[in-house]
């Protein structure tokens, strides 16, 4: 006797979890599903708490290494897995972005200095003596004894090399180009003095930190910027900036570190203002892809992440360098040979990148490439150049 096959069974009902305490609904799961509150409120422990905000920023959890692999080493990999809809495994491309731009950067705030510990940091003529000096005799004083500081830092420098420890990048150059602001300077003010002095009037006043535009010296009073296209409250504001410049000039001479963490501290903001400048670039380079502008977001999140996080390692090299191998030497070199394998990684993965998501030929994949790289390389300067500007008003 053939018995009819007995039913399936329904599908248990999740148990209540309690009411809701705002509307009084039976809770089913983390939300109510009548009003929409959070069972979780802020008062719980705080470690709780600590928690949710890694994994809701940060998303600090076993996607994060299985995350920043793929993208340090495989070029597009990332970008083509959310597209193909596998994206829960991985840390989502907005948040990967703003965690590696904060630690990177942070990091370089902690790693970078003006100095080096070489005693190279350089005042170029901006609290030398030479401005403020009241005389000749004096020009020259300060003109010598800034020289001598220029010679005392080539000095340790090449104590430096010789003890077997690479100069700083560019402290040469750097060391040039302060002596010969520091003549020109000197040479600009005794002109000054000979000029007062053959016209029979004053000496020159000094100043310590002059800002022109033109012929004549910046000041707010009597030789203010105006736009004439522009309120006064507009030129007053604007001329408030010049004067924070003006004063921040001499704590950057005194403490030089100061603009170098304003400028590291201000390129993430920079970056996240050019990153969807990048994506449309991306759109119009392959408007006959049919892509939407929210799939080449993806791609320039991803591509910026990647470069944060190559950033992030060779920050992290040269504290490394510094902390092992302080007197250069054989360490030094496996240092500096990793840091510039990071840095050629850069170009060789963005290009391979672009080629794999887009799947165009290569000549045309490098025609793109070139021109896009050229014309954000363009931006980035205009963006650095208002950073370095910035900085230096609100540091």
Request: glycine share 8%.
């Given at each position: ?72 080493a ?29 630690v ?109 535009f ?20 507009a ?34 903001s ?89 799947g ?21 300067g ?14």
């Amino acid at each position: 006797m053939n018995s009819s096959p007995e039913p399936a069974a329904p599908a248990p009902t999740p148990a209540p979890r309690g009411a809701c305490a705002n509307c009084g609904t039976p809770l089913l799961g983390d939300h109510c599903y009548a009003c929409g509150q959070p069972v979780k409120g802020l008062v719980r422990h705080f470690s709780s708490i600590v928690g949710d905000v890694l994994d809701s920023v940060f998303e600090w959890d076993a996607r994060t290494p299985r995350t920043l692999w793929p993208l340090l080493a495989k070029p597009g990999y990332l970008s083509l897995e959310y597209f193909a809809g596998r994206r829960v495994r991985y840390v989502s491309p907005f948040r990967l972005f703003f965690f590696l731009a904060i630690v990177a950067f942070f990091v370089g705030r902690l790693v970078i200095s003006a100095d080096d510990g070489t005693g190279a940091a350089l005042n170029i003529g901006g609290d030398s003596g030479i401005e403020v000096a009241r005389s000749i005799e004096e020009v020259e004083q300060a003109r010598e004894r800034a020289l001598a500081e220029i010679g005392t830092a080539r000095e340790k420098l090449r104590a430096a090399a010789a003890g077997g420890r690479a100069p700083p990048r560019g402290a040469d150059a750097a060391l040039d180009a302060a002596e010969t602001a520091i003549r020109a300077q000197a040479d600009e003010r005794i002109a000054a003095f000979r000029e007062a002095e053959a016209q029979g009037g004053p000496p020159p006043v000094p100043r310590p930190h002059r800002i022109s535009f033109g012929p004549e010296e910046w000041d707010p009073v009597t030789n203010p910027v105006t736009v004439e296209w522009l309120p006064d409250f507009a030129n007053d504001w604007i001329n408030r900036q010049i004067g924070r410049a003006e004063r921040n000039v001499q704590r950057m001479q005194e403490e030089p570190d100061l603009l170098v963490e304003s400028l590291l501290g201000a390129v993430p903001s920079t970056l996240f203002v050019l990153l969807p400048i990048f994506a449309l670039m991306l759109k119009l380079a392959y408007l006959f892809r049919r892509r939407l502008y929210m799939e080449h977001l993806i791609v320039a999140m991803h591509s910026h992440a990647f470069v944060c996080l190559v950033l992030l390692l060779v920050f992290v090299t040269m504290a490394l360098e510094d902390w092992l191998a302080p007197d250069g030497g054989a360490g030094a070199n496996v240092f500096g040979l990793v840091e510039a394998g990071l840095w050629l990684w850069i170009p060789v993965y963005l290009l391979l990148m672009q080629k794999r998501v887009y799947g165009q030929g290569w000549i045309m994949t490098l025609l793109k490439y070139f021109a896009i790289g050229t014309c954000y390389s363009i931006l980035l300067g205009f963006g650095a150049a208002f950073t370095a500007l910035a900085s230096l008003v609100w540091m």
